[in-house]
């Protein structure tokens, strides 16, 4: 797992991403991180009935 303060130092140009495995609410999931203009979004991708 890469932590997101590292992601944001690896995603230079906007555009760039990476998807990522992290954890939420204890979970082992994964997050689409995203340069955009001069901040990084992170969203949590969902999986469901086999389904992302």
Known sequence: MIPRKEVEDMLKIQGDYLVRKTTVARQITYC???KHVSDTKHVPLG??????
Request: cysteine-free.
């Open 47 to 52: 999986y469901s009935n086999g389904i992302w």
């Open 32 to 34: 689409l991180s995203v």
